[in-house]
């Protein structure tokens, strides 16, 4: 017995794509076809919720705008549910002309204040942060130096005094900067990877509210 009928957009991030008209005429053909009002219809995923609402069956998919991120762009009616942190390790003072970092990738124009932060590309740091890639504390913006390494990145702090302890928002909170659907449109991506390339060594706190 026939319970049900959906499908899957496979451009929903896409407004003007045509193979969405496509699949939505396709999907209506093969309703008509079967002419059961009983039947359940759903299409859409978290991208079609927000593009094609016009076409909201009995039922939607929604995937990660629960979380509060959106496929698309920036949505200020999307609140982020999850935020990456990670603590201040040490903090150093560093002079003109060192370096930083493997290879020695970046290189101080004068003296400055840095902190190392415990988080690398083993638990999940994406190295697309290596390209103007910044952190943040307390609406404060921290510049990311040099490569990422396996298990910490550094900022430069010369202009705020960081304390070792201080959790730094990689992603996620309320900074609109540190929004994955911002951070992914920088580096060409798309937030999906910063959400599944999180290790399991990284710890996960579940707060209630």
Request: charged share 20%; glycine share 6%; hydrophobic share 35%.
């Amino acid at each position: 017995m026939l319970e049900g009928v959906y499908s899957h957009l496979s451009s929903s991030p896409d407004l003007n794509a045509a193979s969405n008209c496509l699949q939505f005429n396709c999907f209506k053909k093969a309703v008509n076809f079967i002419q059961d009002s009983n039947i359940k219809l759903h299409f859409l995923n978290s991208g079609g919720i927000l593009n094609f609402k016009n076409n909201i069956y009995d039922a939607v998919r929604p995937g990660i705008i629960i979380y509060g991120i959106s496929p698309i762009k920036n949505n200020k009616n999307l609140k982020p549910v999850m935020e990456l942190k990670a603590p201040v390790v040490l903090i150093k003072n560093i002079f003109k002309g060192e370096s930083i970092g493997y290879d020695s990738a970046y290189t101080a124009s004068k003296n400055m204040t840095i902190a190392i932060v415990q988080c690398g590309y083993a638990d999940g740091l994406n190295k697309n942060f290596e390209k103007k890639g910044v952190v943040f504390y307390k609406n404060n913006e921290f510049e990311i130096l040099g490569k990422i390494s396996m298990d910490l990145f550094v900022v430069n702090c010369s202009n705020y005094k960081l304390k070792i302890n201080d959790e730094l928002t990689i992603w996620g909170g309320e900074n609109c900067k540190s929004k994955l659907e911002h951070i992914s449109s920088i580096h060409n991506s798309i937030p999906y990877i910063y959400l599944t390339s999180l290790s399991r060594r990284v710890k996960r706190e579940y707060i209630e509210k």
